[in-house]
């Protein structure tokens, strides 16, 4: 695997390393350890995708969404059998920790689900010392107590935070930096924010993937949706980009499609819009992916997604910090649904290679263990009682 470290054996670039679910949804004190590839396995109502929910959850947290934004259904998240204490309150407990420059940094996140969606508690700690942590003192208000680190003469600075945003995310427009303490502080909520930030959820959904599309303007071009309905304009763009990643997804396509597969194009229609065209052995027309099976189509955007990166795929990244200093995670819940095990296997190898790269990192739900097992250096995380 490639991977750049400093002089101390810090990773160089902010990376999650570990996942908690101290109580959300099915799980409660669940730690899950992320490696550059990480599979998740499990019986259905295990909690993969539960799993992926929460990292999902964080990421947008660290990208300022409000509460209210990332819980649609907070109610939902809060584990089963848990009871309300006497003021009525319930809620969930997420968090995760970050390697990089600074260290092993860890948060952890307290949501209050009911009666009212508010955070409660917040803690950002690095080895052993508590940098950040926040607590509800006043239920009237919607605001939490903050405390942070300084190491000056006033050894704490406390102030009020918004009860509805991650606390960690707003430090670098509150701290200073000119204490040691405070750009300790600084430097690990960064690192926590850009790991979080570097993420994309990624969920093709076949069905919104056969129409032709209108690709964007501008030079840039646009950039792979979550659903990956827009694949044929991202076609469009990486073949004249990148052609060798472009081979490297038509021989994907030949190892994961059927019949002989000689290319994979894009053709414009006479209204202005494209549409993604594989050309196949016999068939000097192609075949328009529109016509593909579902697993096909599947198939061809996640393997689109991993040959790719940030400025192909719709990441909110951190504008301030080098993309040579930020390490892409994709999120694929469901990575072999609707995919042969011929499909499943050669797309796991595929995400093996790319992660041992350093290219990108995985987090993936599959289905089946068997081809999660094949796969090198991957982490497989089973989730079965």
């Not at 539960?50 to 649609?72: D, N």
């Amino acid at each position: 695997m490639t991977t750049n470290s400093d002089r101390n054996g810090r990773p160089d670039r902010p990376t999650v390393t570990e996942l908690r679910l101290s109580a959300f949804r099915t799980h409660r004190g669940a730690a899950i350890p992320l490696g550059p590839l990480t599979l998740i396995t499990g019986p259905s109502g295990s909690g993969k995708s539960s799993v992926l929910e929460a990292f999902e959850a964080l990421a947008r947290l660290g990208s300022g969404a409000a509460l209210g934004a990332v819980f649609r259904d907070p109610v939902g998240c809060v584990p089963e059998r848990a009871d309300a204490d006497a003021q009525g309150r319930r809620g969930f407990r997420i968090g995760c920790t970050v390697d990089g420059p600074a260290g092993p940094v860890r948060l952890d996140l307290a949501v209050q689900a009911e009666p009212q969606l508010r955070v409660v508690g917040e803690r950002l700690t690095s080895e052993g010392q508590t940098l950040l942590s926040t607590a509800l003192r006043d239920p009237s208000r919607s605001t939490v107590q903050a405390a942070w680190h300084t190491a000056g003469a006033v050894p704490v600075t406390r102030a009020p935070l918004p009860d509805d945003r991650l606390g960690t995310a707003l430090l670098p427009l509150r701290v200073a930096g000119k204490t040691e303490g405070q750009r300790h502080v600084l430097a690990a909520a960064e690192q926590v924010v850009v790991a979080l930030r570097s993420v994309f959820p990624c969920d093709p959904q076949p069905q919104h993937m056969r129409a032709p599309v209108v690709p964007a303007q501008g030079a840039a071009g646009g950039r792979l949706r979550r659903g990956c309905e827009n694949l044929a304009e991202i076609l469009l763009r990486t073949r004249t980009e990148c052609g060798i990643r472009h081979g490297r997804l038509v021989t994907a396509a030949r190892a994961g499609c059927h019949g002989t597969v000689t290319g994979l194009t894009t053709e414009e229609l006479a209204d202005g819009t494209v549409r993604a065209v594989l050309a196949r052995g016999g068939n000097r027309h192609g075949t328009p992916v529109g016509r593909l099976g579902e697993g096909e189509l599947r198939y061809l955007a996640l393997a689109l997604v991993l040959l790719t990166g940030p400025g192909v795929l719709a990441v909110d990244t951190v504008a301030e910090v080098p993309p040579a200093m930020q390490t892409l995670t994709v999120l694929a819940d469901g990575l072999d649904r609707a995919l042969d095990p011929r499909q499943a296997r050669e797309l796991i190898a595929l995400a093996a290679e790319m992660c041992a790269r350093g290219h990108i990192r995985l987090l993936a739900a599959v289905g089946t263990a068997d081809g999660a097992r094949e796969a090198h250096g991957a982490t497989v995380v089973d989730l079965r009682p």
